[in-house]
């Protein structure tokens, strides 16, 4: 049973819009949340995290928000350009910081950000 | 700062035979991680290496084993390949314990079973 959902497989948004990622976990023991973003032929690469303690946190064109009763966080790209487009993967975490291993990956949203 | 390195970036190899994969940390970090990517699907979490003892462990037979070194690089071997170990295998590495570490993935060996 998949514990991260991601249940958008695909998103395309046009350039200079807002690119809103969503995902699902069923999994209340989650403390931390993660967001990846992957290029083809390469690692994903991280972009942006929540503690569970908080409900947003931002960093340039990336916002976080985390709803934690309704088990849903969401990640915002304002403006999107085109070199956003990748597949992005949210994880989670029963640990505090990341750093530990074992993350929960849900199945990744391909955003394509057209010009 | 020396990212993660993953070799050989591509194998092929015939099911039942055995395979090792090899895995450098980025410099200053301490654990190393290795997953399982299925096309399609998301970064399975196969196991964690941290001061060379496994520390965490996914949902995969014990024919996934690996190895951390006193340089923090690793291995991942993996025993009686099956066609459905088909898939891209990411090592990451984060220094464990600090706050806002997480993880730092290789760009990933491909390997496919025939």
């Known amino acids: 049973d998949q514990q991260v959902k991601q249940n958008s497989p695909s998103l395309s948004v046009q350039e200079g819009r807002i690119s809103i990622l969503n995902c699902d976990y069923t999994n209340s023991m989650f403390d931390y949340f993660l967001w990846y973003k992957k290029y083809p032929a390469e690692g994903p690469t991280f972009l942006i995290s929540i503690s569970s303690i908080k409900d947003k946190n931002e960093d340039g064109r990336f916002t976080v928000f985390l709803n934690k009763s309704a088990k849903h966080l969401s990640l915002h790209i304002v403006p999107s350009q085109p070199g956003d487009s990748a597949v992005y993967f949210c994880?989670?975490?029963?640990?505090?910081?990341?750093?530990?291993?074992?993350?929960?990956f849900g199945k990744g949203t391909k955003l394509s950000v057209k010009p | 700062e020396t990212g993660v390195t993953q070799s050989p970036t591509h194998l092929i190899k015939t099911r039942g035979q055995q395979v090792t994969l090899r895995c450098s940390s980025q410099?200053?970090?301490?654990?190393v991680s290795w997953y399982q990517q299925a096309l399609g699907q998301g970064p399975q979490f196969i196991f964690q290496?941290?001061?060379?003892?496994?520390?965490g462990r996914g949902n995969f037979p014990p024919r996934f084993s690996g190895l951390q070194f006193p340089n923090y690089s690793s291995e991942l071997n993996v025993n009686a390949l099956e066609l459905d170990d088909s898939a891209l295998y990411l090592c990451a590495s984060s220094l464990l314990g600090r706050v806002n570490s997480p993880l730092h993935f290789g760009n990933g060996t491909r390997l496919t079973v025939t």
């Open positions: 994880a989670a975490s029963p640990y505090y910081g990341g750093s530990q291993g074992n993350l929960i």
């Open positions: 410099s200053g970090h301490n654990t």
């Open positions: 290496y941290y001061r060379e003892e496994e520390n």
